[in-house]
């Protein structure tokens, strides 16, 4: 290993691939949190996720490159999800509200559209990011090289794990989202207008996607149209390892992501993908409901 | 007495399926009105096409003589109707205080006193007070979804067989909270244990294949064994 | 009924002997050529349709089994000798390899609901693409590969009267399919999942087969497409061609065999229209936006595309013809089939 990474001990690979690992998952997470909600709370499997997150990596970036502010462009990229969400939610969702079949086609036909309006507007080709200056480079912290931007990437994605967490368990609009995950009809029937906290669940689940394709941008360091389907296929695998409607569930499945695919990429890059793919299926086999589900499994 | 609540002529569909055929029924202030009927004769989507889950296709639904029929659920249960369905509708991940939490409407004086007094009335819940609704007995969601409906200020509660299932000790507990509960409010009860209902009810709605066939005084009914035979199966 | 069944048999030889007529008549070779292509994605798309129209099951890793086919075919005709025989073999090959695949990623998934097969096969899809795209040894990667199709096939004209006779085969085998007692659960499947279940057939059983049945035919289908462009890369794997599939599906009409025929002659027709006016005008090179706003609208608007629509409006016309009221029940029970 010292002899092809030019000296790097093993030490500083561990960590490095910990850290890659731990920031991807929360990348992933982001994804696959809003997803995984939308899921527990409306039952709609929204296949156009991913387009939102390419949606909030173009938006986002392009209004930092044109404000020269990285904060003001996580604004943009915030403020284009919710309001793709809410178009989407209004426009698309509710028409085929309860016709599971009708939802899937649908989504995927707006996650192709989405994909194709990218490319119309911005050429089929990527584009290349930039990391801004506070947040480029690495530390040192004795023989071990930290990359700066991975590590905000994970202290974000903590951060907001914990205000969600809090929401959910500690305030009344956390506790009707809960209960109407458990129980639509019943949380109705106690006078809650349901429809309307789907709507805000939706615009929030679709700005943490489009947050999680502009925090993407410069870790990757390019955008292109086709990145919303890759990512999101990552996303369905979180959901349904970590269990759909679990928010902590997508937590620590997301992690567990992310360091399997760092490892394999790192010691076998071909598998990396496809160890993924295996979790997802074992998980299906032995505990179809996922590792943290909140609710029993009901085939249909 | 007031007629809090009028079904005329009531049809409902689920899918393709003509489950209520002409149910008529009234409830009246300050009593508890019983709705009986063999098992499938279309109890539960009466109770269910009130609160707007199974919205009625024809006929009339009126509450405080205002037409509900056209109001999705969490309307009907904002005008002041609580539901208390058969199995329960406990939320099993929240524990029984925030089961209580999530329904109550306004956290208001009269409401936390209401929850005093609901939980005098059920010492068990306030035993079990941060305990998952999931893992309490069959009989302590019972009385969950009894003081969850009732913490509200509801003019009207319907209730679906509440005895289901329940040892008979415990559906003494049951009775008696009902009894206690129509001091304050109105009750539509759905029952086929025909000595509960014969106990507490004041009036009695027979329903037969959807269709209302029989109603009146409950006092009527107990010794009406023709009636008793023909559609509860009983005597 | 009857009267039915013998306007569609009159159809369905009439389109035959147009089809079969046509190369005498009209000798453009661009003609013939996009014949083939709509004949190829015809299979393909009643494949598809056996999934989704008849036992309500959305794939989206149909490329899969269509990339398999096509692989199979081009690798073999490549590495071996190009003949007529080799040909026959790589197709059974892909067809025993599209089947057994379809069969284990049916059993881990569709026991569990809609949405999980949906997404595992989005997923499985895009793990076979990438392995296309690294297995350069075997598949040359994205830049693919060029191969000898057997002699007989030299002929634009041979090739497509043997798709044509594909065609008419697999329409007529998948016709008895779907008409079967297997297809008639198929179709309860579609309708009431649970219902079924507690009438005590084995669903999960009967879904494996619809997925077999659906992943061999695609495979086929892949095959033909590989000897009809001589030519194979990674683009027969991509989500593209699974959206292809389910746009014909859903335009020409779900459910009915002969929609995703017409939907495939829409769609084939149309790229190949807008891509001739791309080159004239730009604004056409993103033609693929309008058909995934027309899609959406499909959904939303005419989930029973083409066919479906056509059938209902002739269901209609008969009712009242009959002086049969509209009855809610009858009505409701076309409507229950998309539902």
Redesign the interface.
Known sequence: MESDKGGCTFLELLVNLVINGLATGMLIFLLAAGLTLI?GLMDV?N?AHGGLFVWGAYAGIFTYMFTESFLIGIVGAIVTGALLGLITEKL?IT??YG????Q???T???M??LQ??I??AFGPNGVAVKTPSYLAGSWEIGDVIIIKYRLFIIVVGFIIFGIFQYTLKKT?VG??V??GV??K???????????QVFLYVFMVGAALAALSGMLMAPYSGVIYAEMG??YA?LG??V??IGG?GSFSGSLLAAILVGLAGSFMAYYVP?LS??VN?IL??IV??FR?QGLFA?RK???? | MNTLLKLNDVHTYIGQYHILQGINFEAMEGQVSVLLGRNGAGKTTTLKTIMGLTPASKGEVEFRAHSIKKNPTYKVAKLGIGYVPENQGIFADLTVEENMKVAMRKEDTATLERQNYVLELFPDLKKFWKKAGGHLSGGQKQMLSMARAFINDSKLILIDEPSKGLAPIVVEKVMEAIVEMKKQTSIVLVEQNFMMASQIGDTYTLIDDGRTVHSGKMKDLIHHEELKRKYLGIG | MKMKLSLQHLCFFLMLAILVLLPFVNDSRTLMILLTQIFIFGILAMSYDILLGYTGIVSFGHAMFFGLGAYTTAVMLKQMEPTLSTFFISIVVGMILAGFISFLVGLLTLRLKSHFFAMLTLAFSGLFLVVAEKWRSVTYGNDGFTFRAPEIFRDRMTFYFFVLACLVVIFIALYRFVNSPTGRILIAVRENEQRTKSLGYNTLYYKVIASIVAGTVASLAGSLYAVSLRFVNTSVMTMDITLDALLMTIIGGVGTLVGPLLGSAVIEYAQHALSGLARDYPIFERWIIFFGILYILAVIFFPKGIIGSLRMMFWKWRLKRNGINQSSVALSQEKERFE
């Open positions: 899921f499997l296949f698309i028409p085929v016709n599971h079949i009708q899937i086609l649908i995927l036909g707006l192709l559209v194709e309006m490319k119309v009344k506790l009707i809960r209960a458990q129980d009809e019943m949380a109705q029937a106690l006078g809650i207008h349901i429809k389907m890759e296929i369905f695998i959901v349904v759909m071909v993908l496809a793919m997802m299926a299906l086999i179809p909140m499994e009901r085939s249909t």
